[in-house]
T-cell receptor
Framework: QQQVKQSPQSLIVQKGGISIINCAYE??????FPWYQQFPGKGPALLIA?????SEKKEGRFTISFNKSAKQFSLHIMDSQPGDSATYFC???????????FGAGTTVTVRA | NAGVTQTPKFQVLKTGQSMTLQCAQD?????MSWYRQDPGMGLRLIHY???????DQGEVPNGYNVSRSTTEDFPLRLLSAAPSQTSVYFC?????????????FGPGTRLTVL
């Protein structure tokens, strides 16, 4: 039973478009929400992370939106580029736990 | 810095065989962990360690053993391989644990159990 539910499983976007990936969680003890990016044949790498004291965090073309009351958070990739084609994982963790729970992943394909 | 290294990159086992997946990091990180990645399941934590001599179970520990005798190394042992253990295994490390610390992942080991 996954503690973090991620959707969609895959998406295709045209170059310059916006990619949106959504995640939801139930455990109210979670207070750290990172996103990891994984290219084929490689290990995941941290892309961006947010804590629940803010509703949005932006780094370049990547933005996390966080809705604490709905227990949902999402990743927006603006002006999507072919180099953004990868699998994206959301994750969540809590202050009293060393364990990080990952979503199932979303494969993003950006068409040139 | 080499970061997190894993060996082997690929491995094929027969059911019942045992083997050790190696993981090493040169960043002096206290926290190390093992995940398995399966299609549609994301990354699931197998075991983790918060320092030399200290290990604990993650979400899917059955069939796997770990030990941490040094800060640098965190091997994962498959005691008696089963087809259900066919997966891609990732080792990760971070400075003190997940709490806001970036986890650095190795390149993975693709294991097939026949």
């Amino acid at each position: 039973q996954q503690q973090v539910k991620q959707s969609p499983q895959s998406l295709i976007v045209q170059k310059g478009g916006i990619s949106i990936i959504n995640c939801a969680y139930e455990n109210t003890a979670f207070d750290y929400f990172p996103w990891y990016q994984q290219f084929p044949g490689k290990g995941p790498a941290l892309l961006i992370a947010i804590r629940p004291d803010v509703s949005e965090k932006k780094e370049g073309r990547f933005t996390i939106s966080f809705n604490k009351s709905a227990k949902q958070f999402s990743l927006h990739i603006m002006d999507s580029q072919p180099g953004d084609s990868a699998t994206y994982f959301c994750a969540a963790g809590g202050s009293n736990d060393y364990k990080l729970s990952f979503g199932a992943g979303t494969t993003v394909t950006v068409r040139a | 810095n080499a970061g997190v290294t894993q060996t082997p990159k690929f491995q094929v086992l027969k059911t019942g065989q045992s083997m050790t997946l190696q993981c090493a990091q040169d960043m002096n990180h206290e926290y190390m962990s093992w995940y398995r990645q399966d299609p549609g399941m994301g990354l699931r934590l197998i075991h983790y360690s918060v320092g030399a001599g200290i290990t604990d179970q993650g979400e899917v520990p059955n069939g796997y053993n770990v030990s941490r005798s040094t800060t640098e190394d965190f091997p994962l042992r498959l005691l008696s391989a089963a087809p259900s253990q066919t997966s891609v295994y990732f080792c990760a490390s971070s400075y003190s644990g997940w709490r806001g610390d970036e986890q650095f992942f190795g390149p993975g080991t693709r294991l097939t159990v026949l």
